[in-house]
T-cell receptor, first 114, second 113 residues
Framework: NAGVTQTPKFQVLKTGQSMTLQCAQD?????MSWYRQDPGMGLRLIHY???????DQGEVPNGYNVSRSTTEDFPLRLLSAAPSQTSVYFC?????????????FGPGTRLTVL | GQQVMQIPQYQHVQEGEDFTTYCNSS?????IQWYKQRPGGHPVFLIQ?????EVKKQKRLTFQFGEAKKNSSLHITATQTTDVGTYFC?????????????FGRGTQLTVWP
Protein backbone atom coordinates (compact mmCIF):
# COMPACT_ATOMS: atom_id res chain seq x y z
CA ASN A 1 0.00 0.00 0.00
CA ALA A 2 1.19 3.49 -0.84
CA GLY A 3 -0.84 4.92 2.04
CA VAL A 4 -1.84 8.56 1.61
CA THR A 5 -0.26 10.32 -1.35
CA GLN A 6 -0.30 14.02 -2.16
CA THR A 7 0.69 15.92 -5.26
CA PRO A 8 2.40 18.21 -5.91
CA LYS A 9 5.04 18.33 -3.16
CA PHE A 10 5.79 22.00 -3.83
CA GLN A 11 3.82 24.70 -5.65
CA VAL A 12 4.23 28.42 -6.26
CA LEU A 13 1.20 30.41 -7.37
CA LYS A 14 0.49 34.01 -8.16
CA THR A 15 -2.33 35.81 -6.39
CA GLY A 16 -5.63 35.08 -8.10
CA GLN A 17 -4.58 31.80 -9.69
CA SER A 18 -6.53 28.65 -8.99
CA MET A 19 -5.25 25.16 -8.51
CA THR A 20 -6.12 21.74 -7.13
CA LEU A 21 -4.13 19.85 -4.54
CA GLN A 22 -4.51 16.13 -5.05
CA CYS A 23 -4.90 13.55 -2.31
CA ALA A 24 -5.41 9.83 -2.70
CA GLN A 25 -5.41 6.85 -0.37
CA ASP A 26 -5.39 3.15 -1.19
CA UNK A 27 -6.46 1.84 2.22
CA UNK A 28 -10.22 1.95 1.58
CA UNK A 29 -10.61 4.57 4.31
CA UNK A 30 -13.99 6.19 4.77
CA UNK A 31 -12.79 9.38 6.39
CA MET A 32 -10.55 11.93 4.70
CA SER A 33 -9.61 15.45 5.67
CA TRP A 34 -7.48 18.43 4.77
CA TYR A 35 -5.41 20.46 7.24
CA ARG A 36 -3.22 23.47 6.85
CA GLN A 37 -0.20 24.00 9.04
CA ASP A 38 1.22 27.43 9.74
CA PRO A 39 4.06 28.26 12.14
CA GLY A 40 2.79 28.34 15.71
CA MET A 41 -0.77 27.52 14.65
CA GLY A 42 -0.71 23.76 14.69
CA LEU A 43 -2.97 21.82 12.35
CA ARG A 44 -6.22 23.49 11.39
CA LEU A 45 -8.99 21.53 9.74
CA ILE A 46 -10.15 22.94 6.39
CA HIS A 47 -12.68 20.39 5.12
CA TYR A 48 -13.43 16.76 5.77
CA UNK A 49 -15.44 13.90 4.31
CA UNK A 50 -17.01 10.93 6.06
CA UNK A 51 -17.60 9.04 2.82
CA UNK A 52 -18.01 9.35 -0.93
CA UNK A 53 -20.41 12.16 -1.79
CA UNK A 54 -20.34 13.66 1.73
CA UNK A 55 -18.22 16.64 2.72
CA ASP A 56 -18.34 19.20 5.49
CA GLN A 57 -16.54 22.33 6.58
CA GLY A 58 -13.87 22.42 9.21
CA GLU A 59 -12.39 25.29 11.13
CA VAL A 60 -10.98 27.35 8.22
CA PRO A 61 -12.95 26.54 5.03
CA ASN A 62 -13.06 29.95 3.35
CA GLY A 63 -11.31 30.05 -0.02
CA TYR A 64 -11.28 26.28 -0.44
CA ASN A 65 -13.59 23.75 -2.07
CA VAL A 66 -13.61 19.97 -1.87
CA SER A 67 -15.47 17.08 -3.41
CA ARG A 68 -15.44 13.34 -2.79
CA SER A 69 -16.62 11.50 -5.87
CA THR A 70 -14.75 8.30 -4.99
CA THR A 71 -13.58 6.69 -1.77
CA GLU A 72 -9.95 7.02 -2.83
CA ASP A 73 -9.67 10.67 -3.84
CA PHE A 74 -10.25 13.92 -1.99
CA PRO A 75 -8.95 16.94 -3.95
CA LEU A 76 -8.70 20.41 -2.43
CA ARG A 77 -9.37 23.35 -4.74
CA LEU A 78 -8.11 26.85 -4.19
CA LEU A 79 -10.50 29.10 -6.07
CA SER A 80 -8.47 32.32 -6.19
CA ALA A 81 -5.16 32.02 -4.36
CA ALA A 82 -4.20 34.66 -1.82
CA PRO A 83 -0.90 35.19 0.04
CA SER A 84 -2.70 34.22 3.27
CA GLN A 85 -3.04 30.72 1.82
CA THR A 86 0.72 30.22 1.84
CA SER A 87 1.04 27.18 4.04
CA VAL A 88 1.81 23.48 4.24
CA TYR A 89 -1.24 21.38 3.42
CA PHE A 90 -1.71 17.89 4.77
CA CYS A 91 -4.29 15.36 3.71
CA UNK A 92 -5.21 12.68 6.23
CA UNK A 93 -7.43 9.61 6.28
CA UNK A 94 -8.78 7.11 8.75
CA UNK A 95 -10.57 3.80 8.38
CA UNK A 96 -13.89 5.06 9.65
CA UNK A 97 -15.40 7.87 11.63
CA UNK A 98 -15.16 6.02 14.92
CA UNK A 99 -13.72 8.28 17.57
CA UNK A 100 -10.88 5.86 18.24
CA UNK A 101 -9.66 5.75 14.66
CA UNK A 102 -6.19 7.16 14.06
CA UNK A 103 -5.25 9.54 11.31
CA UNK A 104 -2.78 8.66 8.56
CA PHE A 105 -1.19 11.75 7.07
CA GLY A 106 0.20 12.30 3.60
CA PRO A 107 3.65 13.86 3.07
CA GLY A 108 2.22 17.37 2.54
CA THR A 109 2.16 20.04 -0.15
CA ARG A 110 4.16 23.19 0.45
CA LEU A 111 2.32 26.07 -1.21
CA THR A 112 3.60 29.60 -1.70
CA VAL A 113 1.32 32.32 -3.02
CA LEU A 114 3.10 35.42 -4.28
CA GLY B 1 -16.49 25.43 20.13
CA GLN B 2 -13.99 22.90 21.20
CA GLN B 3 -10.48 24.13 21.95
CA VAL B 4 -7.41 22.10 22.69
CA MET B 5 -4.57 24.08 24.20
CA GLN B 6 -1.03 22.80 24.40
CA ILE B 7 1.93 24.13 26.34
CA PRO B 8 4.72 24.95 26.10
CA GLN B 9 5.00 26.01 22.47
CA TYR B 10 8.76 25.45 22.46
CA GLN B 11 11.10 23.45 24.67
CA HIS B 12 14.86 23.25 24.42
CA VAL B 13 16.61 20.59 26.48
CA GLN B 14 20.03 19.05 26.70
CA GLU B 15 20.29 15.41 25.79
CA GLY B 16 19.50 13.30 28.83
CA GLU B 17 17.10 15.79 30.39
CA ASP B 18 13.41 15.06 30.73
CA PHE B 19 10.64 16.73 28.73
CA THR B 20 6.92 17.18 29.30
CA THR B 21 4.17 18.70 27.17
CA TYR B 22 0.67 19.36 28.44
CA CYS B 23 -2.64 19.38 26.66
CA ASN B 24 -5.85 20.93 28.04
CA SER B 25 -9.35 20.98 26.63
CA SER B 26 -12.19 23.35 27.42
CA UNK B 27 -14.61 20.44 27.18
CA UNK B 28 -14.65 16.76 28.15
CA UNK B 29 -12.98 14.60 25.53
CA UNK B 30 -14.00 11.18 24.29
CA UNK B 31 -10.36 10.28 23.70
CA ILE B 32 -7.02 11.88 23.06
CA GLN B 33 -4.40 11.03 20.50
CA TRP B 34 -0.75 12.03 20.33
CA TYR B 35 1.24 12.58 17.15
CA LYS B 36 4.88 13.35 16.40
CA GLN B 37 6.10 15.37 13.45
CA ARG B 38 9.79 15.31 12.61
CA PRO B 39 11.26 18.47 11.02
CA GLY B 40 10.15 18.60 7.39
CA GLY B 41 7.91 15.59 7.84
CA HIS B 42 4.29 14.80 8.45
CA PRO B 43 2.47 13.95 11.69
CA VAL B 44 2.70 10.31 12.69
CA PHE B 45 0.40 8.67 15.21
CA LEU B 46 2.03 7.71 18.53
CA ILE B 47 -0.71 6.58 20.88
CA GLN B 48 -4.32 6.95 21.94
CA UNK B 49 -5.86 7.25 25.42
CA UNK B 50 -9.52 6.55 25.98
CA UNK B 51 -10.18 5.84 29.67
CA UNK B 52 -10.27 8.33 32.49
CA UNK B 53 -6.94 8.32 34.37
CA GLU B 54 -5.31 6.06 31.78
CA VAL B 55 -1.51 5.84 31.67
CA LYS B 56 0.38 4.25 28.80
CA LYS B 57 4.09 3.84 28.21
CA GLN B 58 6.18 3.45 25.10
CA LYS B 59 9.79 2.91 26.11
CA ARG B 60 10.89 6.35 27.42
CA LEU B 61 7.53 8.01 26.65
CA THR B 62 4.74 8.12 29.23
CA PHE B 63 1.26 9.33 28.31
CA GLN B 64 -1.46 10.25 30.78
CA PHE B 65 -5.14 11.09 30.43
CA GLY B 66 -6.69 13.12 33.23
CA GLU B 67 -9.41 11.82 35.52
CA ALA B 68 -11.87 14.37 34.15
CA LYS B 69 -10.81 13.60 30.56
CA LYS B 70 -9.99 17.26 29.97
CA ASN B 71 -6.23 17.12 30.06
CA SER B 72 -3.34 14.94 29.02
CA SER B 73 0.42 14.92 29.17
CA LEU B 74 3.36 13.38 27.37
CA HIS B 75 6.56 12.88 29.32
CA ILE B 76 9.86 11.81 27.78
CA THR B 77 12.54 10.52 30.14
CA ALA B 78 16.19 11.10 29.28
CA THR B 79 15.67 12.73 25.91
CA GLN B 80 17.74 11.73 22.90
CA THR B 81 18.45 13.62 19.69
CA THR B 82 16.04 11.28 17.93
CA ASP B 83 13.21 12.80 20.01
CA VAL B 84 13.52 16.10 18.14
CA GLY B 85 10.26 17.19 16.55
CA THR B 86 6.87 18.68 17.25
CA TYR B 87 4.44 16.77 19.44
CA PHE B 88 0.72 17.30 18.94
CA CYS B 89 -2.25 16.21 20.97
CA UNK B 90 -5.65 15.83 19.31
CA UNK B 91 -9.05 15.14 20.76
CA UNK B 92 -12.73 14.93 20.05
CA UNK B 93 -15.55 16.28 22.16
CA UNK B 94 -17.71 13.70 23.81
CA UNK B 95 -20.82 13.59 21.63
CA UNK B 96 -19.48 15.88 18.92
CA UNK B 97 -19.58 15.35 15.18
CA UNK B 98 -17.32 12.39 14.59
CA UNK B 99 -15.44 14.11 11.82
CA UNK B 100 -14.03 16.93 13.90
CA UNK B 101 -10.69 16.08 15.43
CA UNK B 102 -9.18 19.14 17.11
CA PHE B 103 -5.41 19.48 17.29
CA GLY B 104 -3.41 21.45 19.80
CA ARG B 105 -0.81 23.85 18.43
CA GLY B 106 2.00 21.49 19.27
CA THR B 107 5.19 21.62 21.33
CA GLN B 108 8.39 21.89 19.34
CA LEU B 109 11.18 20.00 21.08
CA THR B 110 14.84 20.72 20.41
CA VAL B 111 17.47 18.47 21.95
CA TRP B 112 21.08 19.66 22.24
CA PRO B 113 23.69 16.90 22.09
Amino acid sequence: NAGVTQTPKFQVLKTGQSMTLQCAQDMNHEYMSWYRQDPGMGLRLIHYSVGAGITDQGEVPNGYNVSRSTTEDFPLRLLSAAPSQTSVYFCASSYSTQITDTQYFGPGTRLTVL
Amino acid sequence: GQQVMQIPQYQHVQEGEDFTTYCNSSTTLSNIQWYKQRPGGHPVFLIQLVKSGEVKKQKRLTFQFGEAKKNSSLHITATQTTDVGTYFCAGRNRGSTLGRLCFGRGTQLTVWP
